[in-house]
């Protein structure tokens, strides 16, 4: 897995507690995200990712169900090796 976060043509959201990148060229539209933190991800809102609006776990949850790997997470008290990318 790559550990570079955000990956190269990713918009970063940086939160308090954990950070979510999108790619918008792998984005399919599954709505997984919005479905999922709807408070989290809203596409009207600027920014419309905002990470802090949940439980970290939440969100990262919620990430890791995103189909086109489009999003991404990273806790910033760990190593980006540790926590960045979308697991299994």
Do not use: N
Request: proline letters at 12%; aromatic letters at 6%; hydrophobic letters at 40%.
């Amino acid at each position: 897995m790559d550990s570079q976060f955000p990956p190269p043509g990713a918009k970063a959201y940086h939160g308090a507690r954990v950070s979510v990148s999108f790619d918008a060229a792998l984005c399919r539209h599954a709505t997984e995200c919005i479905r999922g933190l709807p408070e989290v991800f809203e596409p009207k809102a600027r920014p419309w990712v905002r990470p802090d609006a949940a439980a970290p776990d939440a969100v990262v949850e919620v990430v890791r169900r995103c189909p086109s790997g489009a999003l991404q997470y990273a806790l910033p008290d760990e190593t980006a090796d540790e926590t960045a990318g979308r697991l299994p």
